[in-house]
């Protein structure tokens, strides 16, 4: 298990964040990234969630709407990761798992892809 402050696994998240492709993130609107420590039911065996409303489902969605929010959680990655390779690895998969939520592809799809 991996020994990782908070503030130095935000970096790393940002950091992965920057990676990513511009296609995937330049089309995220209305979407904040934050980083908890664990998942509401104390569990180590969430890394992300997305919590809003897919781009598939906004024909509702107007001006003013709080902004969908994609979590990552601290201490499941630090727990599941040896060394900071893995766990820029593993916050790899997990932004990339949850931003394509936001773009409504599903848990299903995501596995087939080998994202889940």
Aim: aromatic share 8%; with cysteine.
């Amino acid at each position: 298990m991996l020994e990782l402050g908070h503030d130095d696994f935000e970096k790393l998240v940002v950091a992965e964040l920057d990676v990513l492709p511009d296609d995937m993130v330049d089309g995220l609107e209305n979407v904040v990234f934050l980083v908890e420590d664990r998942p509401e039911d104390g569990s180590l065996d969430l890394f992300g969630l997305y919590d809003g409303v897919d781009v598939t489902a906004r024909d509702r969605y107007g001006f003013g709407e709080l902004p969908d929010r994609i979590i990552v959680y601290r201490e499941p990655h630090l727990a599941a990761c040896d060394s900071i390779a893995e766990l820029r690895d593993e916050l790899h998969v997990t932004l990339v798992h949850e931003i394509a939520h936001y773009y409504g592809i599903d848990d299903t799809e995501l596995h087939r892809l080998g994202w889940a």
